[in-house]
């Protein structure tokens, strides 16, 4: 990773986590940071392995599954935290990356981080990026 794009993924991590509960999208941030989005979208997804949409979405994810075995807040309240707009869509998604529905993980009261927070600074964040309840190589 060279310095340019090491100083890339790593504001755009840290904005990531400033803001995770509020809307983000590839705009916003790209703005935030003064990038342009084609630069910015390029850059996280060569040098992390996966696109910023899908890196928000598993943090989002496992923010959630963490308020699921930590807390006994709704599964709806928590789908709208992690900025879904219905718990279906939140279901479906969730599903997706743990392989089993939000009540059963609940239930299993074990959280796991299926995305964990990416530190940025070296070329082993590439292994941390996940797709589908599955390690990016």
């Known amino acids: 990773m060279d310095m340019r794009a090491d100083k890339v993924v790593r504001q755009t991590l840290s904005y990531i986590e400033e803001h995770i509960e509020e809307a983000l999208s590839l705009d916003t941030i790209a703005a935030a940071l003064n990038y342009s989005k084609f630069y910015l979208a390029r850059t996280f997804a060569e ?43 939140f279901t479906l998604a969730f599903g997706r990356l743990y392989q089993v529905t939000p009540q059963a993980y609940r239930r299993k009261g074990v959280f796991y981080p299926m995305q964990p927070k990416m530190a940025g600074g070296s070329s082993a964040v590439r292994t941390h990026c996940r797709k589908g309840g599955v390690m990016a190589a």
């Open 47 to 89: 040098e992390t392995g996966c696109t910023i949409y899908k890196y928000i979405q598993g943090r989002r994810l496992t923010r959630a599954a963490e308020k699921l075995v930590k807390t006994q807040q709704p599964i709806v309240e928590i789908a709208y935290e992690a900025q879904y707009n219905s718990q279906q869509a």
